[in-house]
Every structure is written in structure tokens, then in C-alpha cells.
């Protein structure tokens, strides 16, 4: 008996062993199947770069304490596993990346991705942190000068790269004709009139922040289907990541036609935009009860085809004087800042309004200190992000005294229009965020990034901008650039490698802002992609050190041979070489109007020789960089279209974009891209018609006529745009 009892006790002591084994097994079990469902969005991104060595990668996200906002991640290796933890999928992302790029493994740029994974892991171990909350990224307008053809497919590799980037901050602007056409039609404007109001593809942003109406439109139900389809997916994943897109608000314009309906609503026609040329804009008063209105109901409508948000777009006065009286100016903007944030409030209690600060550095005469306490003052201070991107140009958040207690991110444009001359300030970005960190009055700085207008060149700028937020520029920019270069180029880099591109951060990289493309009120990268004019003669030079960029390119012609054609090395050499040899030709296009002008025909002559000769050779170079090349742009732009009449206006957009623009101001050539196609196709014929027209005033005995010329010049222009020629 007492053996029989031994041995019960024996087995139930055993039984509760096992018992207690499988709880345990079955709690860990259920932890790691937990935080492997919460990892599965930045697990999936990992996959895509790196197929199945992602299963090497073990990920785990660690909550962040109540009332602490920092992001963080840890990395840690063994031979055959990589260990992350961090605050959030995109987090998870970005050490993934950081470590794969540490190790020379993996480079990922919109030029294409190096991948040469090791066997096994070398032994790696890494703490990271920021005081940045947000990790902002894209403009307003960049969707016109970059996305408007952009599928699902496209949009995806784009947001994979936001993530590897740390980006949590991103502007998602697709898809909202959808809920403007569902919101207009409920105030008895028609589909016809809708046709009227909303411009083509290209220039919806400019529709959007209500600079124009109704350009190079009607736009096609079926684009505004398509960006619905294709703005669903884009939230879905952003939001699975752990981002926090940023999505419109109304912010007061109206369609004319709903002015016409609505007579005895206080409605302001505007001015035209930027010179004129342009259709008026119709801006609702903020005192008008149907402006809390419209705004309640356009988040209400958007909600309901894209579910919440927790972060809106909304922009009055963008590059646009308020209608405000003078003598109750700032009364009348602190109105309109609170109809607009409790219009946001009313429909969406927890969100945040955003807005971009780029009108406070563009029109500083009107927004004084002032008026701008004055438009923020009614709106609770945590309730709000200004978006101050533009600090390569102007210094708003210390004119601002850091926008009075509102929440705002810092950053910069970088590109305007897609415009890709090779340029950036390395040195120029790591020291203003040092001094940013030391400032005392930074205020609530919660971000930090770069929103540029357009994308797929300088991705160097971008790869360094998205680290500083974390290393906090504490390595100097020459340490950064011996990793990038290993990862990028796939090998321990030469002395001379390493001293060409020292070479180019002194003579490109050194340039916060390229003057160039705004000289004498004419838009375009450089002279040769300007309207012609006289003038060139007194352009003063553009900006950066052309001997040390010519220096760079000779070494790094030397050490092409070291690298195979697909290595991105080669990418580098076509950018570097295209832009020294484009500088060239603006010092040979001011020397030929010069030569013209003084009737030195020989020496006219050999310059517009010279000049063809560079403009063809750049052109044919480009053909090894596909990504920047007219005839993709515009397939990819006809081939959007369902029907030929669609893809006729989507081909007409994509060459009016990023020539004429439109108006009657001095956004022709604002867009200019240095691209295969468009030196030899759009850029040397202007000019070949203008030289030859001064070369023959000058046989003809008779005074050259430049403003005939200029007109003649526009009208090959319009023809160009509406060709269908893909070139």
C-alpha cells in the first residue's frame, strides 16, 4: 500500500512536470506565433530584398512605455540568425536594412538594389535611437511630377523603400478625386461640371492646394477608378507598417460651379496663380457654416472608402495672399485656422491636422510673426504638424520662433519639380541638424526627413538624410560614405574610388540649393534647358567646383574597368559625366550668343558645332540609365490609359508637365529633366532654332528679332507636347 501510494504520488508529481512543460512550451509557443503575426508586414518587406534568408532574421516588437515616443531597435547576429527588436514594423525595417547595408550586403536605391548576401552572418551587434517621432516623406507635389502613373506594383517597391528607410511620416494623396466627385455631387454639382473643374492627371496637386482649375483636364473617370483601387492598397500596407500616412482635408476651395449654385455664400474668387495664364480658384469664407460643413463631410466620406485616419493634409494658402481685410487681417487668418482644424475635429476627435510651412518662407511679407501666431492660435498645440521641409532655402522655424508651440517636423525640399541636376550638401545637412539639436528654441520638433517634388535621382542625398535622424550626424560624412560605397559598389573601396567621391562632395555635393533652375525668373536645371534668351550672356556660373567634378570623373573613369556594367558604379560615372558635360555646354551656349552677338561667325560656328555634338553624345550616354529616359516616362504614361483617347491626354500631360507647365508666368521648363530623349529631342532644337536665327540676322545684315523668335520657339513647344510621338 504505501508502495502504490509512493508511486501515485511519484506519477502525479510527473504528470504535473509535463503539465507544467507543455503550459510553458504552449506560452512561449503562443508569444512567438503573437509577435509573428505583429512582425508579418516587415517580415514580408525583408522577404522581397532578400527571399528566404529572411527566415534567418528573428523580429520582435517591444512596445514603447506610455508617454515615450523615442523609436529604437537593437540588432544582434549569430552565424546562422539576426536578432532585431524594435518599436514598430517600419523600425524593424530600417535596422534590417542598416544592418545588411553595415555589412556591404544590400544597397537599395530607386536606381536598382545590390544584394550579395555572405553564408553566414559576421558577428554584428548594434543599438540605435531617435528623438524624432516622425520620419516624414513626399511633397504635395510630388504626385504630379513623379506618381501620376504609378500602378499598385510600383507603389508597393516604393513603400518597401519607405520602410528600409525608416519613413513613418508619408504624405498618400492618391485616390481623392473618388471622395471630392462622391462629396460635390452631394451639393448638386454634375458629372459635366466635374469634368470642367478637375485638371489632367499631372496637375491634380496644384487642383488640389487650389492654385488652378480644370488644366490640360478632363480627367478620365477611369484614372480616378484606377487611383481609388490603387490608394486602398497603399493605406493598407502603410498602415500594416506602422505608418501614419498623411491624407487630405478640405481646406475651403470649391468648383466653380458650386460658387454658381451657392450665391449667397461668402465665396472668394482668387487671382490667378504664379503670373496668370491660370483659371480662377473659388476659396469658401471660414465664418461660412457650410465650410465645417464640406470639411466634416469630406473625412466622413473618406472614412468610409478608406477607413480612419489619424493625420490630415489640409493647405489654404499655399503660394496664395489670404482674402483677409487689412484691418482685421490677423483676427480673420486665427478664424480660419480654427474652422479648419475643428472642421478636421468634428469628424476625426483624435487627429491631427498638418500642414506644410512652406508659405511662411515663400510670401514672408504677409505671414509676419503676427499673422502667423495669429492663423495657429485657436488651434490646440498637440493637435497639429507644421511641416517645415524647406530649409535649404529658407529659415522659417527660427523666424517663426518654432511655430509658437505647435508641433513641427524639420526637413527639406531637395527637389523641385524633378529637376536632377547632380547636387546635395552633404556636410550642409549634418551640421544644421547638430545645431538643430543644440538650439534651445527649436520648440516641439517631432520630425524630421525630405519631401521632395519629385523622385529617382541623387539617391545618395536621400540614403544620407534618412540616417542623420539617427546617428544625429555624430560620424562625419566621410566615415558615412566609406560604408555606403562598400555596399553600394559591393566591395572594399580603392583609395581612388574614395577620393572621387570626396572629390564630388566638395564640387556637387556641397550645394544646399541649385540656383541654376530659377535664374533671371526662367525656370530649368541648367542654361541649355532654359527658353533661349539673350540674357544668358550675363549668368554668373552655376554653383558647385567643375574642376574638382571634372577631377572626380577622370579617376572615376579610370576605375570603371573594376566594375562589371550592371554594378551601380556605372550609374555614378553617366550621372557625374552628365552633368559635368551639361555645364559645359552652358559655358559654350553663353560664349555662342556671345559670338553670334558680335558677328564672330567662325568662332559661332565651331561653338554650335561643339554644342549639337555634346547635347547628342549626352543624349546617347543616358541610354545607360533607363529609369532617367523621356520614352519611359511617356509608355508609361500612354500605357495607363484604357482607351486611346486616355491615353492620348495622359501622353499630352507627360510631356506638358515637364516642359511648358502651363500659364503665363515662369513655370515653363520648372520640371526640366536631364533625360535621355530630352537633349537631343526638346532641348538642342529651341536652341538650334534661336542660334541660327541670330547667326542669320547676322548674314542677313538685319537686326535680330528675339521676341519673334521666342514665339516661334513656343509654338514648336506646343506642337512637341501635343505630338504622340513617343520622343
Given at each position: 500500500m504505501k508502495t502504490d501510494c509512493s508511486r501515485i504520488k511519484n506519477e502525479t508529481a510527473s504528470a504535473g512536470g509535463f503539465t507544467y512543460f507543455m503550459v510553458l512550451f504552449f506560452l512561449i509557443f503562443n508569444m512567438y506565433s503573437q509577435n509573428g503575426e505583429k512582425t508579418k508586414s516587415s517580415f514580408a518587406v525583408i522577404e522581397k530584398l532578400i527571399g528566404n534568408r529572411a527566415n534567418d532574421f528573428q523580429l520582435e516588437i517591444i512596445e514603447s512605455k506610455e508617454g515615450d515616443d523615442s523609436d529604437w531597435f537593437e540588432v544582434e547576429t549569430t552565424a546562422n540568425a539576426v536578432k532585431i527588436k524594435a518599436t514598430s514594423n517600419t523600425v524593424i525595417c530600417y535596422a534590417a536594412y542598416n544592418f545588411?547595408?553595415?555589412?556591404?550586403?544590400?544597397?537599395?536605391?530607386?536606381?536598382?538594389?545590390?544584394?550579395?548576401?555572405p553564408k553566414t552572418w559576421p558577428s554584428y551587434s548594434k543599438k540605435g535611437a531617435t528623438p524624432f517621432k516622425y520620419r516624414e516623406y513626399l511633397n504635395a507635389c510630388t504626385f504630379g511630377y513623379t506618381t501620376p502613373w504609378w500602378d499598385w506594383e510600383r507603389w508597393e517597391k516604393e513603400i518597401d523603400w519607405m520602410a528600409l528607410h525608416g519613413i513613418n511620416l508619408p504624405t498618400a494623396l492618391e485616390g481623392q478625386e473618388a471622395v471630392w466627385q462622391l462629396l460635390w455631387k452631394e451639393y448638386g454639382v454634375t458629372d459635366e461640371q466635374l469634368q470642367k473643374h478637375f485638371a489632367g492627371p499631372a496637375f491634380l496637386p496644384w487642383q488640389r492646394m487650389g492654385n488652378i482649375n480644370s488644366l490640360d483636364g478632363p480627367l478620365p473617370q477611369e484614372w480616378i477608378n484606377k487611383k481609388e483601387i490603387v490608394q486602398k492598397k497603399i493605406l493598407q500596407k502603410m498602415r500594416a507598417l506602422g505608418m501614419h500616412p498623411v491624407v487630405p482635408a478640405f481646406s475651403g476651395y470649391v468648383p466653380k460651379a458650386f460658387a454658381e449654385r451657392h450665391p449667397d455664400s461668402k465665396i472668394s474668387e482668387l487671382k490667378s496663380w504664379s503670373g496668370g495664364g491660370f483659371e480662377s480658384t473659388y476659396l469658401l469664407d471660414s465664418k461660412d457654416p457650410l465650410f465645417k460643413e464640406i470639411g466634416k463631410r469630406f473625412i466622413e466620406i473618406y472614412t468610409k472608402l478608406y477607413g480612419e485616419s489619424d493625420f490630415y493634409l489640409a493647405d489654404s494658402f499655399n503660394e496664395i495672399v489670404p482674402p483677409v481685410s487689412e484691418g482685421h487681417k490677423n483676427e480673420e487668418l486665427a478664424d480660419y485656422g480654427k474652422t479648419i482644424f475643428e472642421a478636421i475635429n468634428d469628424a476625426a476627435p483624435k487627429a491631427k491636422w498638418v500642414m506644410q510651412g512652406w508659405l511662411f518662407g515663400d510670401n514672408k511679407e504677409f505671414w509676419t510673426k503676427e499673422a502667423t501666431k495669429a492663423f495657429l492660435s485657436k488651434v490646440p498645440n498637440d493637435r497639429?504638424?507644421?511641416?517645415d521641409y524647406a530649409n535649404d532655402r529658407y529659415k522659417v522655424w527660427e523666424n517663426q520662433e518654432a511655430f509658437y508651440g505647435k508641433q513641427w517636423t524639420y526637413g527639406y525640399v531637395h527637389n523641385y519639380g524633378g529637376s536632377n541636376p547632380v547636387y546635395g550638401d552633404f556636410n550642409f545637412y549634418r551640421n544644421e541638424l547638430i545645431s538643430l539639436m543644440r538650439n534651445t528654441n527649436k520648440g516641439n520638433v517631432v520630425g524630421y526627413g525630405v519631401m521632395p517634388e519629385g523622385l529617382n535621382n541623387n539617391s545618395?542625398?536621400?540614403?544620407?538624410?534618412?540616417?542623420?535622424?539617427?546617428?544625429?550626424?555624430?560620424?562625419?560624412?566621410?566615415?558615412?560614405?566609406?560604408?555606403?560605397?562598400?555596399?553600394?559598389?559591393?566591395?572594399?573601396?580603392?583609395?581612388?574610388?574614395?577620393?572621387?567621391?570626396?572629390?564630388?562632395?566638395?564640387?556637387v555635393y556641397s550645394t544646399k540649393y541649385w540656383e541654376t533652375r530659377w535664374w533671371n525668373d526662367k525656370a530649368g536645371a541648367?542654361?541649355?534647358?532654359?527658353?533661349?534668351?539673350?540674357?544668358?550672356?550675363?549668368?554668373?556660373?552655376?554653383?558647385?567646383?567643375?574642376?574638382?567634378?571634372?577631377?572626380?570623373?577622370?579617376?572615376?573613369?579610370?576605375?570603371?574597368?573594376?566594375?562589371?556594367?550592371?554594378?551601380?558604379?556605372?550609374?555614378?560615372?553617366?550621372?557625374?559625366?552628365?552633368?559635368?558635360?551639361?555645364?559645359?555646354?552652358?559655358?559654350?551656349?553663353?560664349e555662342c550668343v556671345a559670338a553670334y552677338n558680335?558677328?564672330?561667325?567662325?568662332?559661332?560656328?565651331?561653338?554650335?558645332?561643339?554644342?549639337?555634338?555634346?547635347?547628342?553624345?549626352?543624349?546617347?550616354?543616358?541610354?545607360?540609365?533607363?529609369?532617367?529616359?523621356?520614352?519611359?516616362?511617356?509608355?508609361?504614361?500612354?500605357?495607363?490609359?484604357?482607351?486611346?483617347?486616355?491615353?492620348?491626354?495622359?501622353?499630352?500631360?507627360?510631356?506638358?508637365?515637364?516642359?511648358?507647365?502651363?500659364?503665363?508666368?515662369?513655370?515653363?521648363?520648372?520640371?526640366?529633366?536631364?533625360?535621355?530623349?530630352?537633349?537631343?529631342?526638346?532641348?538642342?532644337?529651341?536652341?538650334?532654332?534661336?542660334?541660327?536665327?541670330?547667326?542669320?540676322?547676322?548674314?542677313?545684315?538685319k537686326p535680330f528679332n528675339e521676341l519673334k523668335v521666342v514665339e516661334s520657339i513656343k509654338e514648336w513647344e506646343t506642337k512637341w507636347c501635343e505630338s504622340e510621338k513617343m520622343n
Open positions: 545588411l547595408r553595415d555589412i556591404g550586403a544590400v544597397l537599395v536605391s530607386w536606381e536598382g538594389n545590390r544584394i550579395n548576401l497639429m504638424i507644421i511641416q545618395s542625398v536621400y540614403e544620407y538624410i534618412y540616417d542623420l535622424p539617427w546617428t544625429l550626424g555624430k560620424e562625419s560624412v566621410n566615415e558615412w560614405l566609406k560604408n555606403y560605397l562598400k555596399a553600394r559598389y559591393g566591395k572594399d573601396n580603392s583609395p581612388a574610388v574614395l577620393k572621387a567621391w570626396q572629390l564630388l562632395v566638395e564640387s541648367y542654361l541649355f534647358f532654359k527658353k533661349p534668351t539673350l540674357k544668358i550672356t550675363e549668368f554668373k556660373g552655376n554653383p558647385g567646383d567643375k574642376e574638382k567634378l571634372k577631377q572626380a570623373l577622370d579617376i572615376l573613369n579610370k576605375e570603371a574597368k573594376n566594375f562589371d556594367k550592371k554594378n551601380l558604379f556605372q550609374y555614378d560615372l553617366i550621372d557625374a559625366s552628365r552633368h559635368y558635360y551639361s555645364l559645359c555646354i552652358d559655358e559654350m551656349l553663353m558680335s558677328k564672330d561667325l567662325k568662332k559661332g560656328d565651331e561653338l554650335f558645332s561643339k554644342i549639337e555634338k555634346q547635347a547628342f553624345e549626352i543624349d546617347n550616354m543616358m541610354k545607360g540609365q533607363p529609369l532617367n529616359n523621356l520614352k519611359d516616362w511617356l509608355q508609361s504614361a500612354w500605357n495607363y490609359g484604357s482607351s486611346e483617347s486616355e491615353s492620348k491626354l495622359y501622353l499630352k500631360n507627360a510631356k506638358t508637365i515637364i516642359t511648358l507647365w502651363g500659364g503665363e508666368g515662369h513655370l515653363n521648363d520648372y520640371a526640366s529633366r536631364a533625360w535621355g530623349g530630352m537633349y537631343k529631342g526638346f532641348y538642342w532644337p529651341r536652341w538650334k532654332m534661336f542660334l541660327q536665327a541670330q547667326r542669320e540676322s547676322v548674314t542677313s545684315n
